[in-house]
């Protein structure tokens, strides 16, 4: 899924870390180098997502994104931060992001993230959908009951909500602070691997003795859920 | 962060000794002021008193330079004019004629002198001594006329005065109560304003400020200085806050930059042995990163610098959604998490406290022994979170010590971590006005209580 990228950074190596990883994911990416510049290409022209940086010389980030929002420009707009705290998360998105992402981050997280704010709206399962299906997997949100073909499998409410949110992102790769901050609503990380052991857990249930495997691991990054 | 004041808004033995004070020093001023009244008064009385009894003898002495000696007896005897007065004592003496009195039946001995004094005279045998004011004067044919005036004004004042004194202080009593309460209550009211302004502070709410008024008293000093503070913290906050802000972009983006170099090597290299290497680097550049984080976010925490997210919230609520986050990991650690829940309501950020609790029950999973208990319970207005382990536990001597950033105990230090977990959650607990307190459980291991305010 290629797409077009606007990235507005002002570290050079950190842009260019960035814009290769795009580039070998078969994106477009324009970039600039400080917040008026960032402004006016993306009010000028059409971007999939912006990704921006909050501190920038110039003018800052969030000033930009609100001018974005102020000329009805669209676009979702991932913010980039070094100030990681919930605080400075809930700025961003008062402030119209569509996602926050803290600085360190790997860019297996902010490929997945951009992603994810990309399909928003197109290809994927709708939210109001009732029944979520992949492959032989079929999970009815109304009578909260899963099965995988003729088998019927029980899930606490959580592993439930898991599966849910693993389905809604199907064919996309979903990363453990996602988990963490869609499933549970933390924004923290707790540090250990809390996610994995539920996703193995979980796995078990879907894909044990089973010919065709639904969870993949993507190395570096989360899971993705497909039935290719 | 101090431990929030309760609301309870009562006279405590300060306010009361205060009010006494008052009472006290009103009662004494009121008294001084009635027995200056009284010196007065007497003064004035008395003096009145003794120009009657001149009047009385002037009177008589007209009668005396007018007739002469018997001119005057005659008066005397006959009791005119001014001698009518029964409480008038006329005795007329010496000069060679007979003794003539009026109202008394004989003749006191007085020494003669300028002005009236005080003398307690028999007027009668049969009569007890009476007071009076009286004034013998020699008269030129060397008799001595002596004048007295019944009266024992100042007994007589004295008892009213008693009278009148005992309803002063009655009504100054009463009074004084009323003042000293309502002084009491008055600067209970300021001071309690003050303390709130204070504890509103100590909340994080560095925008408060006081009305300062212009009457240039001690609450407005106090006032002008509290605000004064108030400035000076919020000042320093908002440094603290841009400093760390720009340190975090300073730390931030280098180790991004080790971390994107890390990964741009991984995607070249095929040499396991390298491949290997590089999965190291990365991970002790991830590691590096949530210490980074975690040492900004303690920073931020104790100054404050957070905004201020407490909602109503039951720490048993809490503490299921994190025992469910945390089960599955303890369950393939060999380690059985339990639960022992009661409600307990605080006023506390879910993510602050969750965060804290997934520290405290990280650390029970690493250090800890097979079984960790959560448990919670209101206590007082406010309610406590439990994590207890059946692991060595910490000795007592390293337990305020573990607490502090970047200390590790010696079995520590070969396993991963910063050494921050506990510094994070006793900067948790004193932006809530609470407190971290680390024991020995009642069959050994460690007992890690965070008592959070109401």
Redesign the interface.
Known sequence: MAGRILLVED?P??GD?IA?GFGEEGFTVDRAANGRDGLFLATDSQFDVVVLDR?LPGMDGLAVLKALRAAEVETPVLVLS??????DR?AGLTAGADDYL??????AELLARVQALMRRGTGRQKVQDTVLRCGDLELDRLTRQVRRGARKITLQP?EFRLLEYMLLHQGEVVTRTMLLEAV?D?????????ID??IS?LRRKIDDGEAQVLFHTVR?AGYRMAAD | MAVRATGRRRLSPTMLRLVAAVFVLQLLSSAAAIFFLRGQMLEVVRADREDQVIDVRDDLLAAYYEGGRSALATYIREQRGSAADPGVLIALSGGGGPAVTSNVDYVPAIAPQERPRPVLLRVAPTLPDVEMLAQASPLPDGSTLMVGLVGASERRFNLAFAAAIGLTIAMATALAMVSAVLLGVAVSRRTHEIASAAEELAAGNFGMRLDEGDSGDGFDHLRLQMNTMAERISRLVAELGAVS?AL??DL??P???????I??ALMRVDDPAAIEALQAARAD?DGL??ML?TA??IT?LEGGA??D?RVPLDLAAVAE?MA???E??AE?SGVTLGLELAAAPVRADR?LV??AL?NCI?NA?KYGGDTITVRTRAEGEGAVLEIADNGPGIPASDRARVVERFVRLDNARTRPGGGLGLAMVDAVARLHGGRLELDAGAAGGLVVALHLPG
């Open positions: 570290d190596q950190i870390y290769r501190m070094a100030l990681g705290s919930t605080d809930v803290g600085k360190p981050f790997s860019f959580r549970w933390y924004h923290f990380d707790p540090g250990t691997n809390v052991v539920h857990r570096g | 802000g975090a972009h931030r983006s180790v991004t930059r080790l971390s994107a170099a990964d741009t550049a990163r949530t984080e900004l976010e931020r957070v905004q997210r959604d469910e986050l945390y599955p990991l393939q993510e969750s965060r997934a990280d999973l």
